[in-house]
């Protein structure tokens, strides 16, 4: 699961902004009346009152703000900008109109001007959610050091918000020189103001049977054919593949599960709990009164998936399944690895026990995904193409100082970038990464981008356009890594990296009996690179064969895998039952049979 951390996306207009206005206080008020249209989903309906209120007020500035509000929920962002700017002329302290401006400005791809507008109005009104609008835009535009330091004014200034400082410790992995050390303090920040166990006097009555079948619950909002990151394509098969003998399942999280987004998966589940409107302590006693023997968190602090819950020991096993970093809740009991992802020798601390499984990652086929294509060198004169979809804020200096060389010592080939959401699709962003590579003396003509592209199936085409995929580092690729292989595209990996997120596609790579894919430093990632753009021959081979090889790996060996997640769960269930304490590092060398 572990592929990004999440955006924390936020709306500008929210209509809590509007609903502060004094006009709109007052019921049946000209500006009540528009706000409700509004609220009713008559954006233009709303915007014409505004017009006609105007011109008997035109010099009412809650009004201008209102039109401004109706032309942005249309999506009208030149409109919006037009008003704002007349607006702001007026009254230039307005945050909220500044903050409405920014946004505009965003979608018009005028980020330098959207940037001074935010910072503007956080002078004048801190605000938690456009602090997380600009560290978004900062990430988007690769400055990923500026992005963090927002963070770290919004965790000063909002100190009881565990979901800011979430996204501030998945956010600072992107760091390229963030060390372990650093890593840790920042999640003991974290522990001490929002992970201490809130359960001393909760009493659990879970029945302590070691071979009955275990009640499992996985916690995720994210959880659906149309979950971000990736998620389904992980969970769905997992969930399919358990053993209903031996394991109960159930699902939790912030959201509507219905049948038609889990689809097969939906008769197979004991039950779906919305946990939308309950708090971290509620949620849990619902958790508890369902006599869940083992929760898993998924996802952890990419937003969004109630790790707080686990602060009120929701269930006599806690685990943390791939949340890129420890998690900072002292009632977290167990973290899985296996020995790529988690090495005994690794510096990378963790406050959870260890359980490693033989291989932690797999994934099912892709059904939908498109034939596999001839590798493009063979239609476009022997150019070789290197590629990176992964996040755009995942290029670090040192990244690109390594595919510069790359691109030096293979004449005439080009790197093309794709990246997810806004990376790439404003001029300023891709300026950012153009000049970096100009630095390490490559021309721009070398360089191509690719839009986000609007569907999976249409992703997954893209990679036609490539020979070779250059995996980032030091966070590494996941899913990205999957899809090129599965395409039929090689990966070239560093696997050097001393933390989980660095040796994500080292792990896949592993599991797929690729280890020739992953390099041990720098100069041997350079190599491989070269030598296989190089070697034709092998493009071909690894384009015809690399789907067959995945499909027949432990990579996407669903049953092996969900037999020895089965297997480690019911070890750590006997060790409870034996003894309610949470045990040392535990591993499972061998597949179960």
């Known amino acids: 699961m572990g592929r990004r951390p999440m955006r924390h996306d936020v709306d500008c207009s929210v209509p809590e902004t509007l609903i502060m206005l004094p006009e709109a206080k007052r019921p049946g008020s000209v500006a009540d009346d528009i706000i409700q249209t509004m609220l009713s989903g ?43 700017q007349e607006l702001l002329s007026r009254a230039p302290h307005h945050a909220d109109s500044l903050f409405c401006l920014a946004k505009a400005q965003v979608e018009l791809g005028r980020i330098s001007e959207a940037l001074d507008n935010f910072r503007a109005g956080l002078s004048i009104k801190p605000d938690m959610a456009n602090a997380l609008a600009v560290s978004n835009i900062l990430f988007d535009l690769g400055r990923v050091t500026d992005g963090v330091e927002v963070l770290r004014w919004a965790v000063d200034r909002f100190p009881e918000s565990a979901d800011v400082h979430s996204a501030l410790i998945s956010r600072q992995l992107l760091c390229p020189d963030l060390s372990n050390e650093t890593m840790s303090t920042e999640i003991e920040r974290w522990r001490q103001r929002h992970g201490a166990t809130r359960s001393n006097g909760i009493r659990l009555t879970n029945q302590r049977d070691p071979e009955r079948k275990l009640k499992v619950g996985y916690v995720s909002s994210s959880l659906g054919y149309y979950a971000p990151f990736g998620l389904w394509l992980q969970m769905l098969p997992i969930l399919e593949h358990h053993d209903p003998q031996a394991v109960e399942i159930s699902l939790y999280g912030d959201a509507r ?39 898993v968190c998924l996802i952890g602090h990419t937003g969004g998936d109630r790790i707080g819950i686990f602060t009120y020991r929701a269930a006599p096993i806690q685990i943390n399944y791939d949340g890129l970093c420890s998690s900072g809740v002292d009632d977290m009991d167990y973290w899985l690895g296996d020995p790529v992802a ?21 994934f099912g086929p892709i059904t939908d995904a ?23 804020s995942k290029i670090s200096p040192q990244c690109v100082n390594a595919m510069a060389a790359i691109l030096k010592q293979t004449q005439d080939s080009i790197l093309v970038l794709k990246s997810r959401d806004k990376g790439y699709i404003h001029d300023a962003a891709r300026k950012a990464i153009i000049d970096q590579f100009i630095g390490e003396g490559i021309l721009e003509s070398r360089l191509k981008f690719l839009p986000p592209a609007p569907s999976q199936a249409e992703h997954l085409a893209q990679y036609s356009k490539i020979d070779i995929a250059l995996d980032s580092f030091p966070y590494s690729g996941c899913l990205t890594t999957f899809d090129a292989l599965w395409m039929g595209v090689p990966v070239i990996a560093l696997g050097d990296g001393d933390r989980f997120i660095s040796r994500m596609s080292k792990m896949l790579l592993h599991s797929a009996n690729l280890d020739h894919l992953v390099a041990g430093d720098r100069n041997d990632y350079i190599a491989k ?41 019911r070890q750590i269930w006997q060790i409870w039952c034996s003894n309610p304490v949470q045990p040392a590092s535990a591993e499972l060398s061998e597949e179960p049979a």
Request: hydrophobic share 40%; net charge neutral.
């Open 42 to 84: 008559f954006h233009s309906t709303a915007e014409k009152k505004c017009g006609k209120a105007l011109r008997s007020d035109p010099d009412n500035l809650h009004l201008k703000f209102l039109l401004a509000v109706t032309r942005t929920s249309q999506k009208n962002w030149t409109g919006a900008v037009t008003v704002l």
């Open 257 to 295: 599960f219905n049948q038609a987004e889990l689809g097969p998966v939906w008769p197979l589940v004991k039950s779906c709990r919305d946990l939308q409107g309950l708090s971290d302590e509620e949620a849990a006693r619902l958790i508890r009164d369902d006599q869940i023997d083992i929760l």
């Open 342 to 362: 988690t090495p005994e020798a690794s510096s990378e601390k963790f406050g959870e026990s260890i359980l490693r499984l033989p291989h932690l990652f797999c």
């Open 370 to 392: 498109p034939p596999v294509s001839p590798p493009p060198h063979t239609h476009n004169g022997g150019q070789i193409v290197f590629g990176n979809f992964n996040l755009a």
């Open 529 to 569: 690179a070269v030598a296989l753009a190089q070697a034709p021959s092998r493009l071909a081979d690894y384009r015809t064969s690399l789907r067959g090889t995945v499909t027949a790996s432990p990579l996407c060996d669903i049953k092996a895998f969900t037999k020895s997640l089965e297997a480690a769960y």
